[in-house]
């Protein structure tokens, strides 16, 4: 299998907190990883050293077989990597369009901005991907007024505009509505048939299993094990991710 | 029946613009609101003073040396910092100034010098500011209380007359009177604020302040170089505060070496009424520098309406408090 992602030994520590140790990860061409784990597992510290945003203290990340040096936000991106929050990173008082190209502004190469291309972009992704109609909502509009739900969507069609090769969806679901969430999932799904690939992680077990090609636990800051959720039924899944937390050990 | 659904239909549709305009701009509708309404109130209150053209070119001769600050200020502001060193910097700026002249004998190069150390000064803020991580509210006591003592040993107490500015290219493109009335440096100040809004709103640096003020975390997510644009900032105050030093001090043919001081709370002020969150993330350069002449103009117009200067402190600490209250307020009732 050709991996887009390749992490090999990943350790990271916060003071006296070793948060992962000697992690390997990868994520193959077109698959789509669900990581599971507990509060606390390493899920978000794993992800955020893919996105450039933390240097591991030690180990090596490939991608495309290629190994890659100092990762930084803006090096992840350009390989490919576009990032869903958990924060969703967004900034509130700002306007929609501000949101969507937050961090990488639209600008000639003196850094003046080029506003009204933004405004007609955002305006054309409202229509096209995020599905908004009313006339309330446009691209001057200030965020702070969104429901969660369609926070997620400024922070998914972000994502998506700048063509993402690896989609990374942190705790998505947190605070969507049942049919917010079928949207999100779908949207997971819309990603492997585009040919993309994406790691997926969630407390619910549910959600990952559904739409995850593989699973791979993550427990204090190790890999306790990983399926391929054609191999495991759900129930199966849950019963050892129970375990994993009580005993440490999927078995 | 139909030609009346045709009608009210765009009809609704305008309203609905206006609303979002309102919305959108309604600091600076509020902030231009409340100066005619100060403005009619010194009209009305003292007559004699506010109807004749005496007390405009006062304004337009004074604003203008701090005014040229408060603009860059905002943006520090907005992206969530302070800058209370600013009146130091303008004396700092003044001694290298002059110590370039006496050097080079060159008013263009002490020009020069006294920008650049502007900006190493500011510069050094955002340094200790973003590297240290000191709060820039207690960074900035530090560096003006510092540089102040600077000025003091090196001048140790001497000012020096600048009359030697006299019928040079310097002096007039800076502070003569245009036309024989419109004093030169409010034309600077309006370049100044055509500048500031520039960066603000039509370059990344600004995109990246309004960001960093409004949720450094979500900065920092997408890859927004939150220390480098910090530290730049401070920078442009910086150079902003040795130019108003330089214009004050031109204006008047002499450099005191307490240049600045006094002008904290007004600058401060300006700021504030103008609109700009002490939380960060909003704010805007029209706000300011309406903000500057609301605050210029409460000096002459409370003397003028007959209450003594007494009163000066006690309202510019009245507006300060008001405007921050009020932001304060409207945050709570949108969370």
Redesign the interface.
């Known amino acids: 299998m050709d991996y887009i992602l390749e992490m090999k030994g990943i350790s990271k520590s916060f003071g006296e907190v070793q948060s992962l140790r000697n992690v390997d990860f990868r994520v193959g061409a077109n698959e789509i990883v669900g990581l599971l784990g507990d509060n606390g597992a390493g899920k978000s510290t794993l992800i955020k050293i893919i996105?450039?945003?933390y240097r591991p203290d030690s180990g090596e990340i490939l991608f495309r077989g290629q190994p890659v040096e100092n990762l930084?936000?803006?090096k992840a991106?350009a390989l490919g990597v576009e990032?869903v929050?958990q924060?969703?990173?967004?900034?509130?008082?700002?306007t929609l369009w501000?949101n969507i190209f937050?961090?990488?502004?639209l600008?000639n190469r003196l850094?003046?901005?080029q506003?009204k291309r933004m405004k007609d972009e955002t305006q054309r992704l409202m229509v096209d991907q995020m599905g908004y109609t009313s006339?309330?909502v446009?691209p001057?509009s200030v965020i702070?007024t969104f429901s969660g739900g369609e926070k997620q969507g400024v922070a998914i069609t972000r994502a998506l505009y700048f063509h993402a090769e690896l989609v990374i969806l942190d705790e998505p679901t947190m605070g969507l509505s049942l049919h917010e969430t079928r949207k999100l999932l779908n949207f997971v799904r819309d990603i492997k048939e585009a040919g993309k690939c994406a790691v997926f992680i969630d407390h619910n077990v549910f959600h990952v299993y559904s739409v995850a090609d593989r699973v791979v636990v993550l427990d204090r800051g190790q890999i306790a094990g990983e399926f391929l959720t054609k191999d495991i039924t759900h129930d199966d899944l849950m019963d050892k991710m129970y375990r994993v937390a009580q005993t440490g050990s999927l078995d | 029946m139909t030609a009346r659904v045709e009608n009210s239909k765009p009809e609704r549709v305008r309203l609905a613009a206006l609303m979002q305009f309102a919305r959108k701009n309604g600091l600076q509708i509020g902030i231009i609101g409340v100066m005619l309404g100060i403005w009619l109130l010194f009209i009305i209150g003292a007559s004699d003073t506010f109807l004749k053209p005496d007390i405009y070119r006062a304004l337009m001769t004074s604003v203008p040396y701090w005014g040229v600050i408060a603009l860059p200020l905002t943006m520090v502001i907005i992206a969530g910092d302070i800058d209370l060193s600013f009146i130091s910097i303008m004396a700092v700026g003044m001694v290298v100034f002059w110590e370039a002249y006496e050097t080079t004998s060159s008013l263009g190069v002490a020009f020069a010098a006294s920008l650049v150390s502007g900006f190493l000064v500011g510069l050094l803020n955002g340094i200790i500011v973003v590297r240290l991580g000191i709060p820039a509210l207690i960074a900035t006591i530090g560096t003006q209380f510092f540089w102040r003592g600077v000025v003091e040993v090196i001048r140790r107490g001497q000012g020096e007359s600048l009359t030697l500015a006299r019928d040079t290219v310097l002096r007039d493109v800076l502070v003569s009177k245009v036309g024989g009335y419109v004093p030169a440096q409010v034309i600077w100040m309006v370049l100044v604020a055509l500048a500031v809004w520039f960066l603000l709103n039509r370059h990344k640096l600004g995109a990246h302040t309004y960001l960093i003020g409004d949720n450094e975390a979500s900065a920092r997510l997408m890859g927004v170089n939150v220390g480098r644009t910090r530290m730049l900032l401070f920078a442009l105050v910086g150079v902003a505060a040795a130019f108003g030093g330089i214009i004050q001090s031109l204006d008047v043919w002499y450099f005191w070496p307490n240049l600045g001081e006094g002008y904290l709370m007004t600058t401060l002020a300006a700021v504030f009424l103008g609109g700009t969150s002490v939380f960060g993330g909003t704010g805007t350069i029209l706000g300011t520098f309406v903000g500057c002449f609301i605050i210029g103009a409460i000096q002459p117009g409370i003397i003028a309406i007959g209450l003594t200067g007494y009163w000066t402190k006690l309202i510019y600490g009245l507006i300060i408090t008001v405007s921050v209250a009020m932001h304060a307020f409207v945050r709570r009732r949108m969370e």
């Open positions: 996105t450039g945003y930084t936000v803006p991106r990032t929050y924060e969703r990173a967004l900034a509130d008082l700002q501000r937050l961090g990488r502004e600008s850094g003046v901005l506003v006339s309330a446009n001057d702070k």
